[in-house]
């Protein structure tokens, strides 16, 4: 099926410390797996993208890994600045350029 | 600002009843994405269309429907309303060709309360 899990639900971390969202997907998944972040009151906004040709991809303080083979993908935020402080999604897309979201992660920094 | 816009923001109304929310694609987008946000779901992904046609279904209910016209802009009808429906509606727009995958452009959302 089409599926993309994501942990964890709510992560608080301390002003300056780095944090990290993984997310699984599910076998029919194509090539294409974007990072949202929903500020409050907002709609979603894309942060980085990566694409399956390759495993890792940077952009400032915000990383993003993928593992074909364990079909898992991560972000990583870096030295944390209050303004991080949002819902972040994982998505991937599936046939038919359907784009399946995970459940989303609340994070938190904390002064 | 996405250049997505979507109407109206707030809507309140009763069980059974129906309403519609409008979507404005970004100009030049031929990609209209549908999503619903309830508290502890995420974005539950609806429908998509593509230069007026239907191209990918999610999760919708046989009481939601909806249409992409002429101009682009994209319409969701919501019928014989439930408690449950109460959410924020998404709608998000695309630039790439069917087929293609790419960045999606979000509208600010239309909150609906069923009371």
């Known amino acids: 099926g089409e599926n993309v899990e994501q942990h964890p639900s709510t992560l608080s971390v301390q002003e300056g410390d780095s944090a990290v969202i993984k997310c699984t997907y599910s076998?029919?998944?194509?090539?294409?797996f974007p990072w949202y972040k929903q500020e409050l009151g907002k709609g979603p906004q894309l942060i980085i993208d990566?694409?399956?040709?390759?495993g890792e991809k940077k952009d400032q303080r915000i990383a993003v890994t993928l593992n074909k083979t364990a079909k898992h993908f991560s972000l990583h935020i870096t030295e944390t600045q209050p303004e991080d402080s949002a819902v972040y999604f994982c998505?991937?897309?599936?046939?038919?350029?359907?784009?399946?979201f995970g459940k989303g992660t609340r994070l938190h920094i904390l002064p | 600002d996405s250049g997505v816009t979507q109407t109206p923001k707030h809507l309140i109304t009763a069980t059974g009843q129906r309403v519609t929310l409008r979507c404005s694609p970004r100009?030049?987008?031929?990609?209209v994405y549908w999503y619903q946000q309830s508290l502890d779901q995420g974005l539950q992904f609806l429908i998509q269309?593509?230069?007026?046609?239907?191209?990918a279904k999610g999760n919708i209910l046989e009481r939601f429907s909806a249409q992409q016209f002429p101009d682009l802009h994209s319409e969701l009808n919501l019928s014989s309303l439930e408690l449950g429906d109460s959410a924020l509606y998404f709608c998000?727009?695309?630039?790439?060709?069917?087929?293609?995958?790419?960045?999606?452009?979000f509208g600010e959302g239309s909150r609906l309360t069923v009371l």
């Open positions: 998000a727009s695309s630039a790439p060709p069917a087929g293609e995958s790419g960045e999606l452009f």
């Open positions: 076998d029919s998944a194509s090539n294409y």
């Open positions: 990566i694409r399956s040709n390759v």
């Open positions: 998505a991937a897309t599936y046939t038919d350029d359907k784009i399946i």
């Open positions: 100009s030049g987008d031929l990609s």
């Open positions: 269309y593509y230069n007026g046609e239907e191209r």
